[in-house]
């Protein structure tokens, strides 16, 4: 167990729709990040926050966006769903933030869009 | 562009024998390098890290080689085991900071599978 927990650990839902990932990093770790993998992509990363704020940026869509709450847990949100977006979402934490930073991984939820 | 990238995509090994998975990445200005495994219906696990400023790292059972020069990584397991079945990722990131900066990119991945 990572200490991260990510919810839920399923997600079926149908194109056009808005979805909300939650994610609660390992106790004392600032960072979080979201990674989407999917087959023909692999893992990548999508966004970081540190302490509530943005971090870094990477593939991630306009469709898309994401917070860290003050109690430091992050939600990404997932709008106007296409058939495409369907893929595993994972959640890691870090303590700082750092790039050379272990990052340790929730179990990932699965959004299937029909 | 940034690539990190694996040669083989499968790896069969039997239980006991010691597994090499290797790893190429295009960014010159990557400074650090991990291996992840990710079970079946699990996150990546970290595994095994190593800067820029070494060559090798050895943890237990296994070790991790790094050339700069040719820009390749390698992940070594000992006496493998079935419970090693797993995909294993190499990714990498730089210090640097810019764009780059928390950003983690990983390669494909190599489905190990260990033969009891």
């Known amino acids: 167990d990572s200490g991260v927990t990510q919810t839920p650990k399923h997600l079926i839902t149908a194109t056009g729709q808005r979805v909300t990932l939650r994610c609660s990093p390992r106790?004392?770790?600032?960072?979080v990040y979201w990674y989407q993998q999917s087959l023909d992509q692999g893992l990548q990363f999508l966004i970081q926050?540190?302490?509530?704020?943005?971090?870094a940026k990477g593939n991630i869509l306009e469709r898309f966006s994401a917070q860290q709450f003050p109690d430091l847990h992050s939600e990404l949100n997932l709008s106007s769903l296409e058939l495409g977006d369907s893929a595993l979402y994972f959640c890691?934490?870090?303590?700082?933030?750092?790039?050379?930073?272990?990052?340790?991984f929730g179990s990932g939820t699965q959004l299937s869009v029909l | 562009g940034e690539n990190v990238g694996l040669h083989l995509p499968t790896l069969s090994v039997q239980e006991g024998d010691n597994s090499i998975i290797n790893c190429a990445y295009s960014?010159?200005?990557?400074?650090?390098f991990i291996w992840y495994k990710q079970e079946s219906g699990k996150g990546p696990q970290f595994i095994i890290d190593?800067?820029?400023?070494?060559d090798k790292r050895q943890g237990q059972r296994v070790t991790v080689l790094l050339n700069k020069t040719v820009k390749h990584l390698s992940l070594q397991i000992a006496a493998t085991q079935p419970g090693d079945s797993a995909v294993y990722f190499c990714?990498?990131?730089?210090?640097?900071?810019?764009?780059?900066?928390?950003?983690?990119?990983f390669g494909q991945g190599t489905i190990l599978t260990v033969h009891p």
């Open positions: 890691a934490s870090s303590v700082g933030g750092a790039p050379n930073e272990k990052l340790f």
């Open positions: 106790s004392g770790d600032l960072s």
């Open positions: 926050y540190y302490n509530g704020e943005e971090r």
């Open positions: 960014n010159s200005a990557s400074d650090y």
């Open positions: 190593i800067r820029s400023n070494m």
């Open positions: 990714a990498e990131t730089s210090n640097a900071g810019g764009t780059s900066y928390g950003k983690l990119t």
